[in-house]
């Protein structure tokens, strides 16, 4: 058996990382901070134009078919870089909740869009309580009352949220049925929306560890640099603990995520398996940002510090679809074989 | 038309590349790209076919049997087909004998226009794409900024000292690539599955009947000298002490 990720997979990976390394650096990220929307001016296009953003979608409808095994390196790069961009609701869960809802002339021309990037899908799940870039996508996904609807942006009532991560901006969303298209309801609905719930944590867990490894790198380039008594702050013991702390705690929760990723590939153990792997992100990289924030001093603490765009969007994709303990109660309650866990998050 | 471009393999640019102690280049987890002058070839190669002004892009690639990746990566782009030149990991490639390894693709593949780096960014030489000129008697325009194939011709705009050239070359030609000659495309996933299906074939030094014998090789490495730290200067005149006296660098 082969305990790796294929060829084409790293393949995939490097293209990604190669285009964010070169249009998504910081600066991009800080731009979206300040943006109307908090998203970036063209790198939606670009990710079209590479085929990410329609990964999951059926190749009859413009997509690739590829399963969360052959994607969760592309969210953990996004997350290296930060993104600005919708590509967890929109990719990662929209997609693939249209993918398994029943043909329609609606969906199919929803999820042709989705794949060219001519439109962008964000996601209301009962999960969560707030809707990401709900002002600048042109599709809603929701879930309301067991069923799934589509509303066009034009149909939504948005609130804006605050938000501790200025470019992943949060809305509370109303919109009349009546002007939603029904999706898939009932018990065709069910399971789809239980595997998006899984999607959702599997790809935020990814996101994660790419967060953590950019802080970490960011936290090791300061140590480096930074002297003190003559010497480079690294040197020191104190600061190599902590930077290796968060190391080991991320390169453990790795392999946990793509774990994960199997699972929901295969359909096997999903819910123990996504709940390790967005427990264990959680952990580490709520560990990177609290090292590395130390390891910057008084510096961290200010916005300006480039660390600030990577911590945050850490902090609060650490607490979306279960924070750690809730998923290692859910874990508790699988192993244990005592019902589900409490589906308040 | 036949266009042949070279894809080679080289050490990520972005990365920092560490001495091992005993001269030579600590090459253990280092990632490799494809070059960057490379690539905008592989990209003018590309818009040359999606102009309909070529009918078939071929890669070329010398290197150990890991350059497979970056010739895959110049397929995702849009080449067609690959040929790698296999050498062993422990052989010494000059210029010369790559130019004379390239070469022997030229004769097996006859193309109208080839397509070079101006320069690898891992040696920097800026030998191979002329060295390839004298041994194929094609014409040649260096440096290009700017390519129109047009009634035969190669028309290569130059950046030269000053401002530019351009210069007029028959085909069959070679040209190589500097930065400015165009905006190198990402592979896109479709791009990457398709490449994987593309023929690449690999050749030896002695299906091209070329022997490798570098008449150049590097016997070491070395880093510059550390900066010496700056000292605060107390007034104009001690400045100009220092810059007469110790820098000597005026009089």
Known sequence: MRFAFTDDQLLFRDAVRDMLKKECPPGVVRAAWESDNGRSAKLWSQLAEMGVLGAAAPESMGGLEMAPLDTVLLFEEFGRAALPEPVLEHMGVAVPILTACPPSPARDAVLRDACTGAATLTVALSATPHVLYADSATHLIAERDGA??????????LTPQQSVDRSRRLFTVTFDIGEATVLAEGEDAAPILAAAFEHATLYSSAILTGLASTMIDMGVEYASTRKQFGKAIGTFQAVQHKLADAFLANQFARPVVYKGAYALTHDTDVHTSVSMAKAYASD??????????????????????????????????????????W??????????????????? | MKVLVTAK??????????????GNLDLSNVEYKLNPFDEYGVEEAVKLKEAGKADEVIVVSVGTSDSQKEIRTALAMGADRGILVEVDEDEDLD?????????????REEPQLILLGKLAVDAENNQVGQMLGALTGFGQG????????????????????????????????????????NEPRYASLPGIMKAKK???????????????????????YELP?????????????????KLRNEAKVIG
């Not at chain 2, 000292?231 to 400045?239: G, M, T």
């Open chain 2, 225 to 241: 000298p550390e900066r010496a730290a700056g000292v605060i200067v107390a007034d104009v005149d001690e400045l100009i002490e």
């Open chain 2, 95 to 107: 210029p010369l004998t790559i130019a004379k390894l390239i070469n022997g693709v030229v004769q």
């Open chain 1, 284 to 325: 580490a990289a709520i560990a990177a940002s609290e090292s590395v924030l130390q390891t910057h001093g008084a510096i961290g603490y200010t916005t300006e510090c480039d660390l600030h765009l990577f911590m945050k969007r850490a902090w609060a994709l650490a607490r979306a679809f279960g924070n750690s303990k």
């Open chain 2, 198 to 220: 593309k023929p690449l074939d690999v050749l030896t030094p002695d299906d091209l009947d070329v022997e490798v014998d570098a008449q150049v090789r590097v016997v070491g």
């Open chain 1, 148 to 157: 799934i609807y589509l509303v066009a942006a034009g149909a939504l009532g």
């Open chain 2, 142 to 181: 260096t440096f290009a900024y700017r390519l129109d194939i047009e009634d035969g011709y190669a028309i290569v705009g130059r950046e030269v000292d000053g401002g530019t050239a351009d210069v007029k070359v028959a085909l069959p030609a070679i040209v190589t690539a500097d930065l400015r000659l």
């Open chain 1, 327 to 345: 998923h290692r109660n859910r874990i508790g309650h699988h192993v244990l074989d005592d019902g589900p866990a409490d589906a308040r998050l």
């Open chain 2, 9 to 22: 393999r080289v050490v990520d640019p972005d990365v920092k590349v560490k001495l091992d102690g005993s």
